[in-house]
């Protein structure tokens, strides 16, 4: 008798990323999952077949989630938490195992890292990926091929006898640029930057890491205050390889911290303008390497860097050193105006909700903001994520463990003079009324940021949680008629688009 040779069915691998939204990140595009470029091409190099579901781009429901899995029939099913999406992470693998309960279910991603114990908990997680996450995955999906293995696998949480364990800890990749990309996978028509018409946009990384000390940030604590970087010629020759290869016109760096070396960013802002790339950068760094870089501001505007956030948080030095942030407010202030005085947008945030938080201290932050200059400034919730360093300080403050909830616009945390209503009120008021002033002054600015600009309040109405105060804001500000008029050739536009293309351009399967 011949026994045929047949070859085993290569495991599926499944990664989706939740259905979450806040009405934050859709105002400015649809961005791609980076995370998921890597952890596929890591799972493909191992050996397995893999989809991406971007659920969240998708505006998909878990009921489609659960069309996706039962179509595709993976053997592993991935997803991600952010302490925001982590219950929708948790009703993924739900759904997993109610299809199979033999299905491998695996969670990574900053909160799961750090909450890997309460995320274990759960009956539906069988896995949590701590830390960087590509070679954890990839040596899973061989365990899982292989029936067993994984307490062998650094990086690794899972349960024995139904109690959760972690393997030692995984050190970081040496080399960012031999880890395989899987850009192939990804559905490109979907990404786009919406203040750019024509806009193709990718997520890219030059670098991992931050090693400063922001006591509200995950970041720096999830790459244990470490940074590597990627090698400057590899960087931009993977951007002409999405201009060429898929279309890519903008790009927005993914990286915590590009600018770290200046040394290395200087070349990649050299190359940049020496190969003329011609991709949009979009990126954030701190205030102290804006300053450091005054001399070399024009290459960034060379390289095609149109769009700087930094990251300010308040306008308080005591507030500034609670966050232990090592800037000074006037090193602020003169970053932002740097950012301008070369024509790129610039962008900012302001955390606000401190224990002595006050409806005065919240609109004199908003004053500030004004005299500060940014484009553009966000004022957001302190959000104590369960594993910053700052959030023993403000435990007994948290109002609500909804952690959809925690997602910097809504409150849930008790300032000692202001409800939480009221606090949530006075970030959307804040917004509000720096956009407005921004509106009645938009001849100050240059014809190219006043478009961008006007491009910017018709995105924030129509697809962001500030919606209606900005809706109050353009019937109320005293707008040039320049302005209105173009905010209705906008309009007029998005009609006739919408017309041509038959409103196929974005597969919503879901209104929420």
Same mark, same amino acid.
């Given at each position: 008798?011949?026994?045929?040779?047949?070859?085993? =069915?290569?495991?599926?691998?499944?990664?989706?990323?939740?259905?979450?939204?806040?009405?934050?990140?859709? +105002?400015? %595009?649809?961005?791609?999952?980076?995370?998921?470029?890597?952890?596929?091409?890591?799972?493909?190099?191992?050996?397995?077949?893999?989809?991406?579901?971007?659920?969240? @781009?998708?505006? +998909?429901?878990?009921?489609?989630?659960?069309?996706?899995?039962?179509?595709?029939?993976?053997?592993?099913?991935?997803?991600?938490?952010?302490?925001?999406?982590?219950?929708?992470?948790?009703?993924?693998?739900?759904?997993?195992?109610?299809? $199979?309960?033999?299905?491998?279910?695996?969670?990574?991603?900053?909160?799961?890292?750090?909450?890997?114990?309460?995320?274990?908990?759960?009956?539906? !997680? $069988?896995? *949590?990926?701590?830390?960087?996450?590509?070679?954890?995955?990839?040596?899973?999906?061989?365990?899982?091929?292989?029936?067993?293995?994984?307490?062998?696998?650094? %990086?690794?949480?899972?349960?024995?006898?139904?109690?959760?364990?972690?393997?030692?800890?995984?050190?970081? +990749?040496?080399?960012?640029?031999?880890?395989?990309?899987?850009?192939?996978? !990804?559905?490109?028509?979907?990404?786009?930057?919406?203040?750019?018409?024509?806009?193709?946009?990718?997520?890219?990384?030059?670098?991992? &890491?931050?090693?400063?000390?922001?006591?509200?940030? @995950? /970041?720096?604590?999830?790459?244990?205050?470490?940074?590597?970087? =990627?090698?400057?010629?590899?960087?931009?020759?993977?951007?002409?390889?999405?201009?060429?290869?898929?279309? !890519?016109?903008?790009?927005?760096?993914?990286?915590?911290?590009?600018?770290?070396?200046?040394?290395?960013?200087?070349? !990649?802002?050299?190359?940049?303008?020496?190969?003329?790339?011609?991709?949009?950068?979009?990126?954030?760094?701190?205030?102290?390497?804006?300053?450091?870089?005054?001399?070399?501001?024009?290459?960034?505007?060379?390289?095609?860097?149109?769009?700087?956030?930094?990251?300010?948080?308040?306008?308080? /030095?005591?507030?500034?050193?609670?966050?232990?942030?090592?800037?000074?407010?006037?090193?602020?202030? =003169?970053?932002?105006?740097?950012?301008?005085?070369?024509?790129?947008?610039?962008?900012?945030?302001?955390?606000?909700?401190?224990?002595?938080?006050?409806?005065?201290?919240?609109?004199?932050?908003?004053?500030?903001?004004?005299?500060?200059?940014?484009?553009?400034?966000?004022?957001?919730?302190?959000?104590?994520?369960?594993?910053?360093?700052?959030?023993? /300080?403000?435990?007994? =403050?948290? *109002?609500?463990?909804?952690?959809?909830?925690?997602?910097?616009?809504?409150?849930?945390?008790?300032?000692?003079?202001?409800?939480?209503?009221?606090?949530?009120?006075?970030?959307?008021?804040?917004? &509000?009324?720096?956009?407005?002033?921004?509106?009645?002054?938009?001849?100050?600015?240059?014809?190219?940021?006043?478009?961008?600009?006007?491009?910017?309040?018709?995105?924030?109405?129509?697809? @962001?949680?500030?919606?209606?105060?900005?809706?109050?804001?353009?019937?109320?500000?005293?707008?040039?008629?320049?302005?209105?008029?173009?905010?209705?050739?906008?309009?007029?536009?998005?009609?006739? +688009?919408?017309?041509?293309?038959?409103?196929?351009?974005?597969?919503?399967?879901?209104?929420?």
């Amino acid at each position: 008798m011949i026994i045929p040779n047949i070859a085993p =069915r290569r495991p599926r691998v499944l990664l989706v990323t939740s259905p979450y939204h806040s009405g934050v990140v859709e +105002a400015a %595009g649809v961005w791609l999952p980076l995370a998921f470029v890597y952890l596929a091409g890591a799972a493909r190099a191992a050996g397995a077949e893999v989809l991406v579901y971007d659920a969240m @781009s998708l505006f +998909a429901t878990h009921d489609d989630i659960a069309r996706v899995i039962a179509d595709f029939r993976p053997d592993v099913v991935g997803t991600t938490a952010i302490t925001a999406t982590e219950p929708d992470a948790r009703v993924i693998c739900e759904t997993a195992k109610r299809w $199979d309960p033999a299905v491998k279910t695996v969670v990574g991603n900053v909160h799961a890292t750090f909450c890997w114990q309460d995320v274990l908990r759960d009956p539906n !997680v $069988d896995f *949590v990926v701590r830390g960087e996450g590509e070679a954890t995955l990839a040596e899973l999906v061989r365990a899982v091929a292989a029936g067993e293995g994984w307490d062998r696998i650094a %990086g690794l949480a899972w349960k024995r006898d139904g109690v959760p364990v972690s393997n030692a800890a995984r050190g970081l +990749a040496p080399d960012l640029d031999a880890l395989p990309r899987a850009w192939d996978l !990804v559905d490109w028509p979907r990404y786009w930057y919406r203040p750019r018409p024509g806009g193709q946009l990718a997520i890219v990384s030059s670098a991992r &890491g931050c090693a400063q000390r922001c006591s509200f940030c @995950s /970041q720096q604590k999830f790459w244990a205050r470490t940074w590597r970087g =990627r090698d400057p010629l590899r960087f931009v020759e993977e951007l002409e390889l999405l201009r060429d290869t898929y279309g !890519v016109r903008v790009a927005m760096l993914s990286d915590e911290t590009p600018t770290a070396s200046r040394e290395r960013w200087e070349r !990649v802002l050299d190359l940049l303008a020496e190969r003329r790339t011609g991709v949009e950068l979009l990126m954030e760094t701190r205030v102290d390497d804006i300053l450091r870089d005054e001399a070399i501001l024009p290459k960034y505007v060379r390289a095609g860097v149109s769009h700087v956030y930094v990251g300010v948080e308040s306008t308080s /030095q005591s507030t500034l050193d609670l966050y232990q942030k090592d800037i000074r407010v006037a090193e602020s202030r =003169r970053a932002i105006e740097l950012i301008n005085a070369h024509g790129m947008v610039s962008e900012t945030s302001f955390v606000l909700g401190t224990p002595d938080e006050t409806v005065e201290s919240i609109r004199n932050t908003v004053e500030l903001a004004k005299w500060y200059a940014p484009d553009m400034a966000f004022f957001l919730a302190l959000t104590p994520w369960p594993y910053a360093d700052l959030a023993p /300080q403000l435990d007994s =403050r948290i *109002v609500t463990r909804d952690y959809r909830r925690y997602n910097l616009v809504e409150p849930v945390m008790k300032p000692d003079r202001l409800t939480v209503e009221e606090l949530g009120r006075e970030l959307h008021r804040a917004t &509000g009324h720096f956009f407005r002033h921004k509106f009645e002054n938009l001849g100050q600015l240059s014809p190219e940021k006043r478009s961008f600009m006007v491009r910017v309040l018709k995105l924030l109405i129509e697809n @962001s949680y500030l919606g209606d105060e900005m809706r109050r804001m353009a019937q109320h500000a005293q707008m040039p008629e320049s302005v209105r008029a173009m905010l209705g050739e906008l309009d007029s536009g998005a009609r006739d +688009a919408g017309i041509r293309a038959g409103h196929e351009a974005r597969p919503v399967v879901s209104s929420r």
